[in-house]
């Protein structure tokens, strides 16, 4: 990838001292340019971090509830009945539901609501991310009846009173009788079903939703400048299709009472959480929390395939990921603007037209609310704004990711990197160019200075991945971890390779007349690709590259009836951390769809007080309080370097090992290995 983003600076040298001050450049300065900033860098933006649905899910709410004049929702999907604050009861509604909180904004304090949300004909109803739309469309009343009349609870009665009048007419004894226990998710179905209906009449006021759809010409323009082109396999050619025609739009902002006030109450929130209830966690993640996913699309399938293997769960599995929530500053109008051009660009469902003009007052940068504009405090946080956008050919996340990169592999500390989809082979290879730029210099001025190589500061990646969520997802994880030199985790698709590779070159082939020839056995693609990879070993990585890598998955342990057990954490995470000095997270996985297929929206800032504790913070949380980082020294991320591998091993032997009568033991934290035992010759990245 060409580094079109890099800052060229002029550095003058003290003659007297000898000496010259530069700085690093981790944003993108070159979309910052005087008049033409594009992606404006902002100073006076307050910033507060939540990890976890539990924690964002509890501010927006209050947020909502507190709103005066408008209300902006980017979804990859929404689930009107998702609690956003959770009750301990062990059955829906354990709160109120998002519906009823935009139903009490729009309809009873007259607030304007614009819901933007990805959907299309193919691959909305796979992910059934519109629950009540998407899917769970069979209702058991009319969904003509009067707006005011819809909510959580309303729906909750009407099918208690419905079951029972049931069973009152059947006298007991009919065999179509409902469970009492199944009730609450059929009214959760109903209600869905009933708040679209009405939300696309028009019923709740000021609520308007829109849906996008991803826009295949202008992806493929995205992909075709891509480095490494999605392969085409001979199984129906899955990938290239899948990127071209399944583009979603994964963006997940709020944006609330942005010009209400000039702008003096204005939030807002860049996530990777998504606005439906699968995504809902604490920190604790409790191995079975009945506060997590009721109702959610993949609720039986997962609780089934649980069963088979574990004797079952109640709820799915726990959950991570994070959200940023913006209070003032010039970061939000850049969020104003990316929701607004998606806004006019999307179809209105009422009338299948896009829309003609823009229907807000405001669409540019000339007339901001003045409050935003407002001079930065020592307490703000330095922003910038970045996206995935294939409409506007728009790659700025991508070159984040690379761009801090280059900066980190300089700055010798730590790379921190907790994504869903490792799947990016590019970014792995461009660390490691990096990382060799900075050995060759080393050594070639060490001697002079009278260094040797063991005196070249060491830079730690901790990567914190989920097992992939799908077996063709393994070689894509595979593949970048093999750049890296860290794919030894990945055993199914290393005994898969490694006996392919033992097969024999050629195999004879019978011909005519009695001919036989003799033809070369070729290898599957993904083999073959593999083969190509030049994987490090742990020697080499500290020698040639100065890097050490770890890379990690979570898993919750408890003691339940009668023995201990594990469960996977899902990591939804899209956070990346260098060296207490530059954070980024939002929408982006660390994969080529996210870089260059869906749209996108990512958080960027260099204020070390926000990276620096969210580190501590993720890290504790991780290791069960054992490891933090402390400072951020060399020596301290040395230390914890150290001590998080020693912690991964240790928790491995108390999941496999056995001591005494007893085979497992409770882990302490929530770090393992990634192991993965599948494997595949088909890739779907």
Not at 87 to 112: C, K, M, Q, V, Y
Not at 387 to 413: M, N
């Amino acid at each position: 990838m060409a580094d079109t983003s890099r800052r060229i600076e002029t550095t003058h040298i003290d003659e007297v001292g000898r000496t010259a001050a530069s700085s690093l450049q981790w944003l993108l300065e070159n979309r910052n340019l005087k008049g033409n900033a594009t992606h404006p860098i902002t100073h006076n933006n307050k910033l507060t971090l939540f990890i976890c649905g539990q924690e964002a899910f509890a501010d927006i709410a209050a947020e909502i509830a507190r709103a005066k004049d408008s209300i902006d929702l980017c979804c990859w999907g929404f689930d009107p009945g998702m609690e956003l604050v959770r009750g301990n009861s062990a059955t829906w509604p354990r709160g109120e539901t998002f519906g009823d909180l935009l139903i009490d904004a729009t309809t009873r304090r007259h607030l304007r609501v614009r819901l933007l949300i990805w959907h299309d004909r193919i691959g909305s109803p796979m992910v059934h991310n519109m629950p009540g739309h998407s899917h769970g469309t069979s209702p058991w009343k009319n969904s003509s009846q009067r707006a005011d009349d819809i909510s959580a609870k309303g729906s909750l009665a009407m099918l208690q009173d419905a079951v029972a009048t049931r069973a009152m007419i059947s006298g007991g004894y009919r065999g179509d009788r409902i469970p009492p226990e199944d009730i609450p998710m059929l009214a959760r179905e109903e209600y869905c079903y009933s708040w679209y209906g009405a939300a696309f009449k028009g019923l709740f006021g000021n609520l308007e939703i829109r849906l996008r759809h991803g826009d295949s010409h202008a992806i493929g323009k995205s992909i075709a400048t891509e480095t490494s082109q999605p392969h085409g396999l001979t199984m129906g050619e899955i990938e290239k299709p899948g990127m071209s025609y399944l583009g979603t739009h994964h963006q997940k902002t709020i944006l609330i009472d942005f010009s209400h006030e000039k702008g003096s109450k204005a939030v807002g929130y860049v996530m990777g959480l998504n606005s439906v209830t699968d995504y809902w966690d604490t920190t604790a993640h409790l191995l079975d929390d009945t506060r997590r996913e009721q109702g959610g699309p993949h609720e039986r399938r997962e609780c089934l395939q649980g069963m088979a293997a574990d004797g079952g769960f109640a709820t799915l599995k726990p959950y991570q990921d994070y959200a940023c929530r913006i209070d003032g500053g010039k970061a939000l109008i850049a969020l104003y603007n990316n929701f607004v051009k998606a806004w006019d660009r999307a179809i209105d469902d009422r009338t299948h037209q896009a829309a003609e003009e823009c229907v807000s007052w405001y669409s540019s940068c000339k007339n901001p609310p003045a409050q935003l504009l407002r001079k930065a405090g020592p307490d703000d946080s330095t922003v910038q704004i970045v996206l995935t956008q294939p409409e506007e050919q728009d790659k700025t996340i991508k070159e984040t990711y690379f761009r801090a990169v280059t900066q980190a592999s300089l700055a010798a500390g730590y790379l921190y990197v907790e994504n869903q989809y490792f799947q990016y082979e590019d970014w792995a290879r461009h660390l490691l160019a990096e990382r060799k730029k900075v050995v060759a210099a080393w050594n070639a001025g060490s001697v002079k200075a009278g260094k040797s190589l063991e005196d070249m500061p060491i830079m730690h990646v901790f990567i914190v991945i989920p097992v992939p969520e799908r077996a063709q997802m393994v070689p894509r994880t595979y593949d970048t971890l093999a750049a890296l030199g860290q794919h030894d985790g990945m055993t199914g698709q290393n005994k898969m390779i490694d006996d392919y590779n033992k097969l024999p070159k050629t195999r004879h082939v019978r011909g005519g007349f009695g001919i036989t020839n003799e033809v070369e056995v070729k290898l599957p693609d993904v083999v073959r690709h593999s083969n190509g990879i030049n994987k490090p070993g742990a020697m080499t990585l500290e020698s040639e590259f100065g890097l050490k890598v770890s890379v990690a998955m979570l898993n919750v342990s408890a003691f339940d009836t009668d023995r201990w057990r594990y469960r996977e954490i899902y990591i939804h995470s899209k956070l990346m951390l260098v060296d207490d000095v530059f954070m980024t997270l939002g929408s982006a996985n660390l994969n080529q769809r996210s870089m260059a297929v869906d749209s996108e929206i990512n958080i960027a800032t260099v204020d070390y007080r926000v990276a620096a504790d969210l580190r501590k913070r993720v890290w504790r949380m991780h290791s069960g309080g054992l490891v933090d980082g402390g400072g951020g020294t060399k020596s301290e991320i040395a230390s914890a370097f150290g001590k998080w591998r020693e912690l991964m091993g240790a928790n491995q032997k108390k999941k496999f090992g056995k001591s005494g009568n007893s085979v497992l033991k409770k882990m302490t934290g929530f770090l393992l290995p990634l192991e993965d035992k599948r494997s595949s010759t088909i890739r779907l990245g």
